[in-house]
T-cell receptor, first 112, second 114 residues
Framework: KAGVTQTPRYLIKTRGQQVTLSCSPI?????VSWYQQTPGQGLQFLFEYFSETQRNKGNFPGRFSGRQFSNSRSEMNVSTLELGDSALYLCASSLSVSGEQYFGPGTRLTVT | AQSVTQPDIHITVSEGASLELRCNYSYGATPYLFWYVQSPGQGLQLLLKYFSGDTLVQGIKGFEAEFKRSQSSFNLRKPSVHWSDAAEYFCAVGYTSGTYKYIFGTGTRLKVLA
């Protein structure tokens, strides 16, 4: 089975722009979670989707949003980018809401 | 609030030496427990998991972990470390609080000396 894929792998944006990141889960996995990883804050949970419904949300401002499509693919959007949004954004999928998570390689976002 | 603690930020061991990475959690019941490894610039790879049953679990790459309920711990071990094990290791806990949630420790960076 193919693993979790994330596109793009690298992205450079300027402050004030918006960005959309994409995640394709492992085939058959219906739960997709997003994390932000930075050297100072570690892994921080953004949100989780299951069957197109957001089940959990972390403590991030409303500039961070996401959605899940009927084929379980997910996107996250960050509007009005700030320098502090520079991070590795990781997507993880699992078969069920309480199963182990499998991670993609991440999208490295740099905001200048 | 539920939490996961990895007390060691950095650990350095010599190649061939044994390794133990510590993980403690705070949760009223027995959670699901996981260890992940992350190489630089990469995503996280699942090493092993504990849901129930035998408290000593075997994982990939020669790693094992032991769940100790009395100590709320889930320490990761490897009898002989290889230079390729140098990476960052994360302990994670899955628990139910309304909905099922997943939290990660802050990670332990392992350096291996040749």
């Amino acid at each position: 089975k193919a693993g979790v894929t994330q596109t793009p792998r690298y992205l450079i944006k300027t402050r004030g722009q918006q960005v959309t990141l994409s995640c394709s889960p492992i085939s058959g996995h219906r739960s997709v979670s997003w994390y932000q990883q930075t050297p100072g804050q570690g892994l921080q949970f953004l949100f989780e989707y299951f069957s197109e419904t957001q089940r959990n949300k972390g403590n991030f401002p409303g500039r961070f949003s996401g959605r899940q499509f009927s084929n379980s693919r997910s996107e996250m959007n960050v509007s009005t980018l700030e320098l502090g949004d520079s991070a590795l954004y990781l997507c993880a999928s699992s078969l069920s809401v309480s199963g182990e998570q499998y991670f993609g390689p991440g999208t490295r976002l740099t905001v200048t | 609030a539920q939490s996961v603690t990895q007390p060691d930020i950095h650990i350095t061991v010599s190649e061939g030496a044994s390794l133990e990475l510590r993980c403690n959690y705070s949760y009223g019941a027995t959670p699901y427990l996981f260890w992940y490894v992350q190489s630089p610039g990469q995503g996280l790879q699942l090493l092993l998991k504990y849901f129930s049953g035998d408290t000593l679990v075997q994982g990939i790459k020669g790693f094992e972990a032991e769940f100790k309920r009395s100590q709320s711990s889930f320490n990761l071990r490897k009898p002989s470390v290889h230079w390729s094990d140098a990476a960052e290791y994360f302990c994670a806990v899955g628990y139910t609080s309304g909905t099922y949630k997943y939290i990660f420790g802050t990670g332990t960076r392992l350096k291996v000396l040749a």
